[in-house]
């Protein structure tokens, strides 16, 4: 069993940033293939980043690229977004994922999700 716990969540102006940090316990394994998801109040949960076991492929939903940055730091066992350049309509409630059976791609697969931590980007 996994457990993933996320934090760095907050209050932030538009144009401003946010750091979400995604540490992992259990196991027998952590350094599993992980990302992150977000859900806004009224719409689905939906993919924003992903990373590989070992930190040298990602991947970045539309919206999101070239203003967030997934990264992880296995010897931690954490997992990082770090999030620039935010929009109103990144407010949402950030939630870490594992996938223990291959890459985290969206509308794939996840073993276990993190309890979110809310993002909210005022204008």
């Known amino acids: 069993q996994v457990q993933l716990v996320e934090s760095g969540g907050g209050l932030v102006q538009a144009g401003g940033s946010l750091r979400l940090t995604c540490a992992a316990s259990?196991?027998?394994?952590?350094?599993?293939?992980k990302g992150w998801f977000r859900q806004a109040p009224g719409k689905e949960r939906e993919f924003v980043a992903a990373?590989?076991?070992?930190?040298?492929?990602?991947y970045y939903a539309d919206s999101v690229k070239g203003r967030f940055t997934i990264s992880r730091d296995n010897a931690k066992n954490t997992v990082y977004l770090q999030m620039n350049s935010l929009k109103p309509e990144d407010t949402a409630v950030y939630y870490c994922?594992?996938?223990?059976?291959?890459?985290?791609?969206?509308?794939?697969?996840?073993?276990?999700w993190g309890q979110g931590t809310q993002v909210t980007v005022s204008s």
């Open positions: 990373i590989n076991w070992s930190g040298d492929s990602t």
């Open positions: 994922a594992a996938n223990t059976r291959g890459q985290v791609v969206p509308g794939g697969p996840v073993d276990f």
């Open positions: 259990g196991r027998p394994f952590t350094d599993y293939p």
